[in-house]
């Protein structure tokens, strides 16, 4: 059995401006280790349109998903005989209007604006209501259809908070309600903390504006995986997900000087629940406290801000620590690393005959995965595999950048924990000596000069190793997932 996740997302074909909108079907293994989430390779492209629209491509795809349902006969390359391969799908990744639209949902603009419960938008407060169920939803649906009027529809649809359009996604097994996720990066990412910065920028007057950007510009970001854009006063309102995830972790130093004591409460809470959100690991036990964290912010948006208590990003925050209880952290459920396969489509719509988009991008991604299947080491017959010199030219960098535009296999030294890297580059490359640790707060160097940066997993280390030896190492900043800077002695 091999559950899969399938991910769903529109994206632009073009380079410029000039919006192109694509909507593609892309699928994942369930069962991949954390670390190969990120791969580019472990996502499979299925099907792309920019004139079908989602749910008229769904039609064959959920046919497709029904039969793997069932059960396929495949041959296994391993046992080298036939087996039954069964491939349930386990969730749907999406961006919330998409995850609306699967759930049959009327999205955010209705009272009802949560497709995961039957909240009210004009409740008195924030909270979770009645979870929706599938069966519910297809009663409710049927309801709608027998109406006898288009005024007594309506009222019906305003009341559910349901769409009686015809959705094929409702005849898998799997309950769209709960296998629809709380996708971080649109939630979170572009949506409180895109909702506080941008209200906060605004407020600042020309003069905070340079000085904010001026304590961007000073602070240091050597232990940031991003870089933190330093014209944020002046391009705050066209940053993207990216922007406000790398500005996330610094906020608070950069705008403390400026936040009254209610916005730095507000400010404070949401570290809180980005510090929750992206952890490497859950464990169920905690899943109680996870609520508490996302109900602590919510309640501080209703407290100081009561203008946002309708957003429906607000509201599902609240629902982010039941799906990381039913899915875990959230690592494996975000649409990021799908996100970045989207440059895959459009660059092969770029540089295609513009004829016919979705077939030829199909086609160029099925000679991908022949091309993968084959020279991987995989076979239909075992006179038909392929060679270890042909195996070995495959995994070369060049031939998986070319296929993929993936730089994981570079074998340029890269800024690594456990590495030192000299503040000076030598011919613009990059050196890098592997620690090693003889007792705690010490560092083993042998005849090394100059001076030096360390990353550990705990920080980041400065030291000057002049004469070689053993040195002290002192902590001058240590990041947490709240972004919070400890100082002291190792």
């Given at each position: 059995m091999t559950p899969l996740v399938v991910f769903c997302d529109d994206t632009s074909g073009n380079k410029s401006k000039v919006w192109n909108k694509f909507e593609s079907f892309c699928v994942l293994l369930a069962g991949l280790p954390q670390e190969q989430n990120t791969n580019l390779k472990n996502i499979h492209f299925v099907c792309t349109s920019n004139k079908v629209p989602v749910m008229e491509m769904a039609r064959p795809l959920v046919e497709e998903f029904k039969i793997l349902e069932d059960g396929i006969i495949a041959y296994d390359a391993y046992l080298c005989c036939k087996v039954i391969a069964v491939a349930p799908i386990m969730c749907i990744l999406c961006d919330n209007p998409m995850g609306a639209e699967i759930c049959s949902h009327l999205g955010a603009n209705t009272y009802m604006f949560c497709r995961i419960c039957t909240t009210d938008s004009r409740s008195s407060h924030i909270h979770v209501a009645a979870l929706r169920t599938k069966s519910n939803t297809l009663s409710q649906v049927q309801k709608i259809k027998l109406a006898t009027t288009?005024?007594?529809?309506?009222?019906?649809?305003?009341?559910?908070?349901?769409?009686?359009?015809?959705?094929?996604?409702?005849?898998?097994?799997?309950?769209?309600?709960?296998?629809?996720?709380v996708e971080v990066l649109h939630t979170l990412i572009l949506g409180p903390y895109k909702y506080l910065l941008r209200a906060k920028m605004a407020k600042l007057s020309t003069k905070q504006c340079m000085e904010v950007a001026a304590r961007v510009r000073a602070f240091p970001s050597s232990g940031l995986s991003m870089k933190v854009s330093t014209d944020i006063s002046k391009y705050y309102r066209s940053f993207v997900g990216r922007d406000f995830k790398a500005f996330a972790q610094i906020a608070l130093f950069v705008l403390s000087p400026y936040l009254t004591a209610s916005e730095l409460e507000v400010w404070l809470a949401?570290?809180?629940?980005?510090?929750?959100?992206?952890?490497?690991?859950?464990?169920?036990?905690?899943?109680?406290?996870?609520?508490?964290?996302?109900?602590?912010?919510?309640?501080?948006?209703?407290?100081?801000?009561?203008?946002?208590?309708?957003?429906?990003?607000?509201?599902?925050?609240?629902?982010?620590?039941?799906?990381?209880?039913?899915?875990?952290?959230?690592?494996?459920?975000?649409?990021?690393?799908?996100?970045?396969?989207?440059?895959?489509?459009?660059?092969?719509?770029?540089?295609?005959?513009?004829?016919?988009p979705s077939r030829?991008?199909?086609?160029?991604?099925?000679?991908?995965?022949?091309?993968?299947?084959?020279?991987?080491?995989?076979?239909?017959?075992?006179s038909d595999r392929c060679g270890e010199d042909l195996m070995q030219l495959y995994r070369s960098t060049e031939v998986q950048q070319y296929l993929y535009g993936d730089v994981s296999h570079s074998d340029k030294p890269i800024y690594k924990q456990g590495t030192l890297r000299k503040l000076s580059h030598e011919r613009s490359k990059l050196s890098t000596v592997p620690l090693s640790f003889e007792d705690k707060g010490m560092v083993s160097l042998d005849e090394l000069g100059g001076q030096f940066t360390v990353l550990f997993p705990q920080g980041i280390f400065g030291l000057n190793t002049s004469g070689g030896g053993q040195f002290p190492v002192v902590l001058r900043y240590r990041w947490t997932h709240t972004c919070s800077v400890w100082e002291g002695d190792c």
């Amino acid at each position: 059995m091999t559950p899969l996740v399938v991910f769903c997302d529109d994206t632009s074909g073009n380079k410029s401006k000039v919006w192109n909108k694509f909507e593609s079907f892309c699928v994942l293994l369930a069962g991949l280790p954390q670390e190969q989430n990120t791969n580019l390779k472990n996502i499979h492209f299925v099907c792309t349109s920019n004139k079908v629209p989602v749910m008229e491509m769904a039609r064959p795809l959920v046919e497709e998903f029904k039969i793997l349902e069932d059960g396929i006969i495949a041959y296994d390359a391993y046992l080298c005989c036939k087996v039954i391969a069964v491939a349930p799908i386990m969730c749907i990744l999406c961006d919330n209007p998409m995850g609306a639209e699967i759930c049959s949902h009327l999205g955010a603009n209705t009272y009802m604006f949560c497709r995961i419960c039957t909240t009210d938008s004009r409740s008195s407060h924030i909270h979770v209501a009645a979870l929706r169920t599938k069966s519910n939803t297809l009663s409710q649906v049927q309801k709608i259809k027998l109406a006898t009027t288009q005024r007594e529809k309506g009222k019906l649809q305003t009341e559910y908070g349901i769409s009686p359009e015809e959705n094929p996604f409702l005849d898998l097994q799997l309950d769209l309600h709960r296998s629809t996720p709380v996708e971080v990066l649109h939630t979170l990412i572009l949506g409180p903390y895109k909702y506080l910065l941008r209200a906060k920028m605004a407020k600042l007057s020309t003069k905070q504006c340079m000085e904010v950007a001026a304590r961007v510009r000073a602070f240091p970001s050597s232990g940031l995986s991003m870089k933190v854009s330093t014209d944020i006063s002046k391009y705050y309102r066209s940053f993207v997900g990216r922007d406000f995830k790398a500005f996330a972790q610094i906020a608070l130093f950069v705008l403390s000087p400026y936040l009254t004591a209610s916005e730095l409460e507000v400010w404070l809470a949401l570290s809180k629940v980005f510090k929750i959100t992206y952890c490497d690991s859950f464990h169920p036990a905690n899943v109680d406290q996870y609520r508490a964290v996302c109900q602590g912010f919510v309640n501080s948006i209703e407290t100081h801000l009561p203008e946002w208590r309708k957003k429906l990003k607000i509201h599902l925050l609240l629902h982010l620590p039941d799906d990381m209880l039913m899915y875990g952290p959230t690592a494996a459920f975000n649409t990021e690393r799908c996100e970045s396969y989207n440059s895959l489509i459009r660059g092969w719509n770029i540089f295609g005959n513009k004829q016919s988009p979705s077939r030829d991008i199909a086609r160029r991604f099925a000679i991908q995965e022949s091309i993968r299947f084959h020279f991987s080491g995989s076979f239909y017959k075992p006179s038909d595999r392929c060679g270890e010199d042909l195996m070995q030219l495959y995994r070369s960098t060049e031939v998986q950048q070319y296929l993929y535009g993936d730089v994981s296999h570079s074998d340029k030294p890269i800024y690594k924990q456990g590495t030192l890297r000299k503040l000076s580059h030598e011919r613009s490359k990059l050196s890098t000596v592997p620690l090693s640790f003889e007792d705690k707060g010490m560092v083993s160097l042998d005849e090394l000069g100059g001076q030096f940066t360390v990353l550990f997993p705990q920080g980041i280390f400065g030291l000057n190793t002049s004469g070689g030896g053993q040195f002290p190492v002192v902590l001058r900043y240590r990041w947490t997932h709240t972004c919070s800077v400890w100082e002291g002695d190792c």
